[in-house]
């Protein structure tokens, strides 16, 4: 149950792309498409913005994308936008558990 | 329209015990995963524990094992937290949730805190 590990922190220029990894083990990310994401903005609750490693949810910006290969899974924002400055946790299934990643600060410049 | 609504967060003291509780409306926590997660200040998430549709499987994450019991109230439609032998590391957010589809967290509650200091 150690904690998926992501970069601490990413940046970007509005317009750019900006991808955050999510590296775990063949006993979650890499055992199962069940990665998902949510972004927290400071002081308020989380909010999926992928689920099963590349779904979106309705309302969620196709700007966000999700992917995964072997044991580490990607969110990519494609057109990075002031709003979408935030933090950004992956979560695996893990069968009888689930584990979240460290987070990562996405920063538009 | 799904809300979950958690209370009974406060300031315990080290070793005392404390009852979360997770309101549930627009839907039935009898058919849904449910779960607990937490967030320490300036820290990142962490799962917590889980409960199934019919209550009769638990996980928990192996920190809190022993010491936390997940439960559901089906009259008051709501999910619960027991917390025994509390310390100072589960000074945290607690987050109530749904999983939607099994794998991902499609609602959260606005989430309460519990302070562990003496």
């Known amino acids: 149950q150690s904690a998926l590990t992501q970069p601490r922190s990413v940046s970007g220029s509005p317009g750019q792309s900006v991808t955050i990894s999510c590296t775990g083990t063949s006993s979650d990310v890499g055992g199962y498409n069940y990665v998902s994401w949510y972004q927290q903005h400071p002081g308020k609750v989380p909010k999926v913005v992928i689920y099963d490693v590349n779904k979106r949810p309705s309302g969620v910006p196709d700007r966000f994308s999700g992917s995964k290969s072997g044991n580490t899974a990607s969110l990519t924002i494609s057109g990075l936008q002031a709003e979408d400055e935030a933090d950004y946790y992956c979560c695996s299934y893990a069968v009888t558990s689930y584990v979240f990643g460290t987070g990562t600060k996405v920063t538009a410049l | 329209e799904v809300q979950l609504v958690e209370s009974g967060g406060a300031l315990v003291q080290p070793g005392g015990s404390l009852r979360l509780s997770c309101a549930a409306s627009g839907f039935t926590v009898g058919d849904y995963w449910m779960t607990w997660v937490r967030q320490a200040p300036g820290e990142g998430l962490e799962w917590v524990a889980n409960?199934?549709?019919?209550?009769?499987?638990?996980y928990y994450v192996d920190s809190v094992k022993g010491r936390f019991t997940i439960s559901r109230d089906n009259a008051k439609n709501s999910l619960l937290l027991q917390m025994n032998s509390l310390r100072a590391d589960d000074t945290a957010i607690y987050y109530c949730g749904r999983w939607g589809g099994n794998t991902w967290l499609d609602y959260w509650g606005q989430g309460t805190l519990v302070t562990v200091s003496s």
């Open positions: 409960i199934s549709p019919d209550g009769n499987v638990k």
